[in-house]
């Protein structure tokens, strides 16, 4: 940006030079607004990156036709192109639209816009762009972003063009018909041919580099949200700090889909209508001059470009009562989708349980509070249908009326003659365009209200995910040091601070096997959330053996929906282990029959059963080979037997590893060392404490 401005300070400077010495005979402002753009890309380096590159690329407008005006100025441009070039008003308003993105940058909404778009356009990754005929190129993503939004802002710009030259050629067209001129029928015909062929170009490549950018924006941004969301167990802490951010999967398949496509296209229909509005002004301005009557004996001449004053009066108008009737529709947005998530994830609840709900006959419960939640979906839709239509009533009648109201307020000049049907058809399209131009947010309300919606809702899920990540002020420390693993002073709590389980001192020494016992409910697994490090609510610290791999097995495995091969080997990449270690664990963990089933792709936590998940679980274990694994009741849905030979296997293919049980069978302590047992003190208080090892039974 700083280039930028200083190319439009030196600009400015040689305008006024030239001023100075007599060569161009420019005002003194055109100076001022050179300035005035030099500044306002100086003081753009504090906005967001998404606001500065459309400031520059309105200074770089500015400084463009600031050049051509300096030429057709000294005479340097053929006559031919005069009536096609950038005028004074071209650098006015061109400096008049960075000040306004200048000052939009303020607004709150738009802070929430830039903060999330931002990323995309600073993103220093390096992408890759594919072109026709085998053609490709790699550099900075972010340099790609601004690359597309430029070139579809200069697609605008030609297609604004493309619509002021069919504007002007409405008027001599219509003139010749009024006049019969068939020649100049056949000529003004030709000319539009070349013109409207030029215009679907244009119209065909910005759908295209839209739809292109859209979801170009989409991947990169969704790979970042989803990894944001990953970050440090962050998806897990949302869920235990009670996080507002409610359904991630919503916000990371649904909202950001909704934000790119909705950024981009409004912000190019805003472009748009800013260009529209500069071209159109300025030729209705002109053209008020040749309506010359009076109303009511006041003549309308006197008042220079009134046809301007009474479309931005309509124009106001329409804006301010279109808030009025639809401001409502944003809060309704944000429920739709909350309540359309919640009922698809319920959906997905019953299908992922479908067994446990049919063996104990829940259908009729299911569905009870199915129809519960989409009742919600129900109300939420009636509102959003009330207060719809009252803003299609009046958006219809406003843009109805828009249609004949420029013919209503023209009439009276062509019939008395002062004006042909060329101008007036001119003048009556050039007034809709600037019409349109002001009431693009009476038209979009529904859209923008829909679009505030999915901001917030974006917002509120980054808020969430990065407090989530935040490491709470009295957060469990966690160290690499040494060879054992020791807790210190160590109390775990519940997220509303409550105490659960306190471990003074407890150290485990490499290679042991220790079995951790005490009654159901006493904080077990916490505690090995803790050790593990993805529970954060508590104090004291736990230090862990220096470069060891340690793995925990909870009681429920997961298992992704991939093949089977992919699943039993999660999370390390394909191929890291050959088919043969991938079939020795297996049959270690007697599960001889799934070895054919290896490229087999299913959701394996519904095929399987309850033991076969542990088997399948142990077996991935084995194939990890982690220095330190911790069983939180792995073994819990496999029989006695079953257990003994299991933990043999794994003694057998782990000799070095420190194991380290939750169970409460008595035969776990036949495979421990020690056992640690947990019980309650007189505050409460559930204390590790060691304890013999003996039967459960008899402890």
């Not at 990323?119 to 072109?131: K, M, N, S």
């Not at 008042?303 to 301010?320: D, E, K, Q, R, S």
């Not at 050959?578 to 070895?595: F, H, K, R, T, Y």
Request: proline fraction near 4%; aromatic fraction near 10%.
């Amino acid at each position: 940006m700083l280039p930028i401005a200083l190319a439009a300070g030196l600009a400015g400077v040689a305008t006024a030079g030239a001023r100075l010495a007599g060569l161009i005979d420019l005002p003194v402002y055109v100076f001022a607004l050179t300035l005035a753009a030099a500044v306002i890309a100086f003081l753009a380096r504090g906005t967001s990156t998404l606001i500065r590159a459309i400031i520059g690329f309105l200074v770089v407008w500015h400084l463009t036709a600031l050049g051509i005006l300096l030429l057709n100025e000294a005479g340097r441009m053929p006559e031919a192109l005069g009536p096609y070039l950038p005028t004074r008003a071209s650098i006015l308003l061109s400096v008049i639209f960075a000040i306004a993105v200048y000052a939009l940058s303020f607004v709150g909404t738009i802070r929430q816009i830039t903060r999330l778009a931002d990323p995309f356009f600073e993103a220093r990754d390096i992408g890759e762009v594919r072109l026709p005929f085998g053609l490709s190129f790699r550099m900075q993503e972010r340099y790609i972003a601004h690359a597309l939004l430029y070139i579809l802002l200069i697609i605008n710009v030609a297609q604004v063009l493309a619509t002021v030259l069919l504007n002007q050629w409405n008027n001599r067209f219509y003139t010749a018909l009024q006049q019969r001129a068939e020649a100049t029928f056949w000529i003004e015909l030709q000319y539009f041919t070349i013109v409207a062929f030029l215009w679907v170009i244009l119209a065909v490549y910005e759908l295209y580099l839209t739809q292109f950018t859209q979801m170009r924006w989409r991947t990169w941004m969704t790979q970042r949200m989803t990894g944001h969301w990953l970050d440090r167990g962050g998806h897990y802490r949302m869920r235990l700090t009670g996080s507002q951010a409610d359904n991630p999967d919503q916000r990371i398949a649904e909202d950001i889909r909704l934000f790119t496509e909705n950024t981009l296209a409004l912000m190019i229909r805003f472009f748009s209508a800013i260009l529209s509005l500069y071209a159109f002004v300025l030729i209705l301005w002109g053209l008020s001059a040749s309506f010359k009557y009076n109303v009511l004996g006041f003549d309308l001449e006197s008042i220079p470009g009134y046809l301007v004053y009474a479309a931005l009066f309509v124009a106001i108008f329409g804006t301010v009562c279109a808030h009025l009737i639809g401001r409502k529709l944003i809060g309704i947005n944000f429920l739709r989708q909350r309540y359309e998530a919640d009922f698809r994830y319920s959906l997905v609840r019953v299908r992922e349980n479908d067994e446990q709900i049919a063996l104990l006959k829940g259908e009729q419960a299911e569905a009870q509070g199915l129809t519960r939640r989409f009742a919600n979906v129900v109300a939420n839709w009636f509102d959003y249908m009330k207060y719809t239509k009252r803003l299609t009533w009046f958006t219809s009648f406003v843009n109805q009326a828009s249609i004949i109201f420029p013919f209503v307020l023209l009439a009276p000049a062509y019939f008395s003659g002062a004006v042909q049907l060329g101008s007036l058809t001119q003048t009556a399209g050039a007034f809709g365009r600037v019409e349109a131009a002001l009431m693009i947010f009476t038209n979009l309300y529904a859209s923008l209200a829909d679009y505030k919606s999915v901001i917030d809702r974006l917002t509120g899920f980054v808020r969430s995910a990065d407090a989530a990540r935040e490491t709470p002020p009295a957060a469990i420390a966690g160290a690499k040091d040494g060879e054992a693993l020791r807790l210190s002073n160590l109390t775990v709590t519940l997220p509303d601070g409550k105490a659960l389980v306190s471990a003074p001192d407890i150290t485990v020494g490499p290679g042991e096997r220790v079995l951790v016992t005490g009654p159901s409910g006493s904080g077990k697994s916490t505690l090995f959330r803790a050790i593990a490090g993805i529970w954060p609510h508590g104090s004291g610290s736990v230090t862990g053996p220096a470069g060891a791999d340690i793995m925990l097995l909870p009681q429920r495995p997961y298992f992704p929906v991939a093949t089977l091969r992919d699943a039993v080997t999660y999370p390390a990449e394909r191929g890291a282990y050959s088919d043969a270690e991938i079939v020795a664990a297996l049959e270690a963990m007697n599960l001889p029959g799934l070895v054919s089933r290896l490229d087999e792709e299913a959701a394996w936590h519904q095929i399987l059963s309850g033991g076969e998940q542990q088997r399948l679980a142990l077996a991935r274990a084995i194939l990890c080979k982690p220095d330190w694994l911790f069983l939180d009741e792995a073994t819990a849905a496999i029989d006695e037997v079953g257990e003994a030979a299991l933990y043999k296997a794994i003694v057998e293919a782990l000799p070095k590893a420190t194991i380290v049980s939750i169970g409460h069978r008595s035969t776990l302590v036949n495979f421990h060392d020690r056992r640690v047992h947990l019980t309650k003190d007189e505050s409460g208080l559930h204390v590790a404490a060691d304890a013999p090892l003996m039967p459960l039974a008899k402890a």
